[in-house]
């Protein structure tokens, strides 16, 4: 999965708590860059928590938006263990997110996350 990223995040991504892993940067044009990994879920929840934390919005929050009673749902994509489709991942951008521009692209071939390769 590559994601394209207008904000910069990455330190934020890298430190988080998750042990082995790997992201690859691909730099673009105007400040947008791309991240990519093998680990999709990982990816994911990365980058959830991250804009969850970035605008201050609670689990519970998030549910609200979601118009789901439990936030185990979202919680489950946040911790890894549940992989959305692309449109569910809007969704939960939107929720998390509002007002953020995001591009998501995911690959056919692992061999698209190396640095230097392209899409």
Same mark, same amino acid.
């Given at each position: 999965?590559?994601?394209?990223?207008?904000?910069?995040?990455?330190?934020?991504?890298?430190?988080?708590?998750?042990?082995?892993?790997?992201?690859?940067?691909?730099?673009?044009?105007?400040?947008?860059?791309?991240?990519?990994?093998e680990d999709a879920s990982a990816l994911v929840a990365v980058m959830l928590r991250q804009q969850r @934390? %970035?605008?201050?919005?609670? +689990? =519970?929050? &998030? #549910?609200?938006?979601?118009?789901?009673?439990?936030?185990?749902?979202?919680?489950?994509?946040?911790?890894?263990?549940?992989?959305?489709?692309? @449109? %569910?991942?809007?969704?939960? +951008? =939107?929720? &998390? #997110?509002?007002?953020?521009?995001?591009?998501?692209?995911?690959?056919?071939?692992?061999?698209?996350?190396r640095p230097g390769a392209r899409p």
């Amino acid at each position: 999965m590559r994601t394209r990223w207008r904000r910069p995040f990455l330190a934020t991504a890298i430190s988080a708590d998750r042990k082995g892993l790997k992201i690859a940067v691909f730099p673009g044009a105007r400040g947008v860059f791309e991240i990519g990994s093998e680990d999709a879920s990982a990816l994911v929840a990365v980058m959830l928590r991250q804009q969850r @934390e %970035k605008h201050g919005v609670s +689990l =519970a929050e &998030v #549910a609200r938006r979601l118009g789901a009673r439990s936030k185990t749902a979202y919680a489950r994509c946040e911790q890894g263990r549940s992989v959305p489709t692309v @449109e %569910k991942l809007f969704e939960l +951008l =939107a929720a &998390v #997110a509002p007002g953020e521009d995001f591009v998501l692209q995911q690959s056919s071939t692992a061999a698209s996350t190396r640095p230097g390769a392209r899409p």
